[in-house]
């Protein structure tokens, strides 16, 4: 469950943060919005397991939303969503399934509760991304997870205990940009890479972008995502 990513979107920060820190205890990996537009921006470069919508948010609405997304199709139209909402009548829960949402949970509610729907929605689902290669082909580069190890023609490219961590954590989720600030404040498995400023962070990429890529300048598998961090986005296989 460590490495599921939901996304809560809440105009409410009170309710929103408490749902961060709830899922985030629960094992979740979470990422916050305050409306319908925040959504899509994260969702344009992130990749989600399921999202939690509230239904009333100024602007676009979480139904509107919800019909959007499944109209557009491609994979954020597969996003398994629960909605959350004050609006508990059966004509309600009933205009929101026939909408595209996987489950309805009336406010307010009991944490326990979510949590069970959240999981039940994921069986169903079988949540949103695959299972990770554990050798990840990078162009003429191929990483190897469990071993940490990085060839590059086939030869091995030596690899600092910081670059092999770095690129370890990025490729646990491909495709999808980590925070900057998780990789920057040292959180989970690369404490070497700590600092207040990021800058440890920025080097280390770097120096794996010289290894990796045919053009460090110009990355196609280390990609920066403005805004957010890094992501590794290796070739499909």
Same mark, same amino acid.
């Given at each position: 469950?460590?490495?599921?990513?939901?996304?809560?979107?809440?105009?409410?920060?009170?309710?929103?943060?408490?749902?961060?820190?709830?899922?985030?205890?629960?094992?979740?990996?979470?990422?916050?919005?305050?409306?319908?537009?925040?959504?899509?921006?994260?969702?344009?470069?992130?990749?989600?397991?399921?999202?939690?919508?509230?239904?009333?948010?100024?602007?676009?609405?979480?139904?509107?939303?919800?019909?959007?997304?499944?109209?557009?199709?491609?994979?954020?139209?597969?996003?398994?969503?629960?909605?959350?909402?004050?609006?508990?009548?059966?004509?309600?829960?009933?205009?929101?399934?026939?909408?595209?949402?996987?489950?309805?949970?009336?406010?307010?509610?009991?944490?326990?509760?979510?949590?069970?729907?959240?999981?039940?929605?994921? =069986?169903?689902?079988?949540? =949103?991304?695959?299972?990770?290669?554990?050798?990840?082909?990078?162009?003429?580069?191929?990483?190897?997870?469990?071993?940490?190890?990085?060839?590059?023609?086939?030869?091995?490219?030596?690899?600092?205990?910081?670059?092999?961590?770095?690129?370890?954590?990025?490729?646990?989720?491909?495709?999808?940009?980590?925070?900057?600030?998780?990789?920057?404040?040292?959180?989970?498995?690369?404490?070497?890479?700590?600092?207040?400023?990021?800058?440890?962070?920025?080097?280390?990429?770097?120096?794996?972008?010289?290894?990796?890529?045919?053009?460090?300048?110009?990355? =196609?598998?280390?990609?920066?995502?403005?805004?957010?961090?890094?992501?590794?986005?290796?070739?499909?296989?």
């Amino acid at each position: 469950m460590s490495e599921r990513h939901l996304l809560v979107v809440d105009d409410d920060d009170r309710i929103r943060d408490l749902l961060k820190e709830y899922l985030a205890r629960a094992g979740f990996r979470v990422t916050g919005a305050p409306d319908a537009a925040g959504a899509r921006r994260m969702l344009n470069v992130l990749d989600f397991d399921l999202m939690i919508l509230d239904v009333m948010m100024p602007g676009e609405d979480g139904l509107s939303l919800t019909r959007a997304l499944r109209a557009e199709g491609g994979a954020k139209a597969q996003t398994p969503i629960l909605m959350l909402t004050a609006r508990g009548l059966a004509e309600d829960r009933i205009e929101g399934l026939t909408s595209g949402v996987d489950d309805y949970l009336p406010k307010p509610f009991d944490p326990q509760e979510l949590l069970l729907r959240i999981e039940a929605i994921l =069986r169903r689902t079988g949540g =949103r991304r695959a299972r990770v290669a554990e050798r990840l082909s990078l162009g003429r580069c191929a990483f190897d997870m469990s071993r940490g190890e990085l060839f590059c023609d086939e030869a091995p490219v030596r690899l600092t205990e910081a670059e092999t961590n770095l690129l370890r954590r990025l490729a646990q989720t491909p495709h999808a940009a980590v925070d900057r600030l998780e990789l920057a404040q040292g959180a989970g498995p690369i404490p070497e890479v700590a600092d207040g400023a990021g800058r440890a962070v920025d080097i280390h990429v770097t120096r794996l972008r010289r290894k990796i890529e045919a053009d460090p300048k110009n990355p =196609r598998y280390l990609q920066t995502v403005r805004g957010i961090g890094y992501m590794l986005a290796p070739d499909e296989t």
